[in-house]
């Protein structure tokens, strides 16, 4: 392995443990703080790879299977059925699979609650018990409204690059290339000066 894929792979290395971080991130979308993973399979399924071609090497990166669709959608985000977001991706159906949701919901424990009209027609919200019915209910309505509002984008490979490009050290990476590219120069002259 040369030098400079040395280089790259340790660069690369970085930002996919930024973006791992970067999905554990809290953010305030839509009003609310949101975080991006549950059960952390996502984060796990991140990875790089170099790709050597005639113009140079490549760093692809992405997420492995079964979470390469999920990482697609997360990071460029959803279009809802009625509001945009600015994603190439589109929901289509009045709502998104609801088994996932679900799960979702039960790995994070989250507390279910309804809203009821008191007798003075205030709107009070009350906990529900943590019922196989219930968490079905509530995936239910949720599939519906992610499917209108969409999912809203977490670029987090983009981010990640940004981070550490900001204190990644490239004088050894311009080193690097500059020797492979001194190299490729002294053995074209090589091959001119020998016919």
Do not use: C
């Not at 990875?47 to 492995?64: E, H, Q, V």
């Not at 949720?142 to 690059?161: H, L």
């Amino acid at each position: 392995m040369s030098k400079l894929n040395n280089i790259l792979r340790k660069f690369a290395t970085q930002v996919v443990e930024k973006a791992r971080g970067q999905l554990l991130t809290t953010r305030r979308i839509r009003g609310k703080n949101v975080i991006r993973t549950a059960s952390g399979t996502l984060g796990k399924s991140l990875d790089f790879k170099l790709r050597n071609t005639k113009k140079g090497t490549t760093i692809d990166f992405f997420a492995r299977p079964p979470a390469d669709e999920y990482a697609r959608f997360i990071h460029a985000g959803v279009n809802g059925t009625q509001e945009s977001v600015g994603s190439p991706y589109s929901f289509k159906s009045k709502s998104v699979n609801t088994e996932a949701i679900y799960n979702w919901l039960k790995v994070k424990k989250i507390r279910l609650y309804r809203v009821f009209v008191n007798s003075n027609g205030q709107k009070v919200a009350k906990f529900v018990p943590l019922t196989e019915a219930n968490y079905r209910a509530t995936a239910f309505v949720m599939g519906r409204s992610i499917a209108r509002k969409g999912i809203y984008p977490v670029e987090f490979f983009t981010e990640a690059v940004e981070m550490v490009s900001s204190t990644f050290d490239f004088k050894e990476m311009n080193e690097a290339v500059a020797q492979k590219y001194m190299t490729i120069l002294n053995n074209g002259n090589n091959d001119r000066t020998s016919t």
